[in-house]
């Protein structure tokens, strides 16, 4: 994987493919801390910061970029709780409560899922079909507010739209 990853992105009315910004951001830690090897706590913290929680592919990069084996890697995201290697649930709503998508109403999104879902944020619903997460900004202000459904990042969400698709998981399973 590299830097170019890209994931879909859509917003409200049409949906387009753009370079996964989050890689973006993660590259930029990185170098800020020179591919420090010392530097793989802050790195992963940024990680999960970015991501919800450390995916596969995000500890291989990580691994990659600091010329570390993965073992290595892994061994340190596991070792400490404050890591999630993984959503528990099968379906994953992550929501950006950074800056940007704070103003556009991310705690009201953040609320009304948790209330429909009767979770709270960093929980599965006891069905395991939801897991709820929040990122700090997810390189996608300009589409604010953003809110990932299952590794695809849509903009321009709002309580409501965000609502629709997670009563859908809650009823089918799927939407
Ligand atoms: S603050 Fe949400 S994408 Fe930047």
């Not at 591919?35 to 691994?63: M, P, R, S, T, W």
């Not at 321009?156 to 799927?174: C, D, F, H, P």
Request: with cysteine; hydrophobic share 40%; aromatic share 6%.
């Amino acid at each position: 994987m590299n830097s170019a990853s890209t994931v879909k992105m859509k917003n409200t009315a049409k949906a387009t493919s753009v370079t996964d910004k989050r890689f973006k951001m993660l590259d930029a830690t990185i170098k800020r801390h020179q591919y420090q090897q010392d530097a793989l706590i802050e790195i992963l913290h940024k990680a999960q910061e970015l991501f919800g929680y450390l995916e596969n592919d995000v500890l291989i990069y990580i691994a990659h970029n600091l010329k570390l084996p993965p073992s290595r890697v892994y061994g340190v995201a596991t070792f400490y709780h404050l890591f999630s290697l993984a959503p528990s649930g099968v379906h994953t709503c992550v929501v950006c409560t950074g800056t940007a998508c704070y103003v556009k109403g991310a705690q009201a999104i953040l609320a009304n899922v948790e209330k429909s879902a009767h979770i709270h944020a960093g929980e599965t619903t006891a069905d395991g079909q939801i897991s709820l997460l929040t990122a700090r900004c997810l390189g996608a202000c300009g589409i604010a507010s953003a809110v990932v459904f299952d590794g695809t990042v849509l903009g321009n969400q709002t309580a409501e739209s965000v609502l629709e698709r997670i009563k859908g998981w809650l009823q089918n399973g799927s939407i």
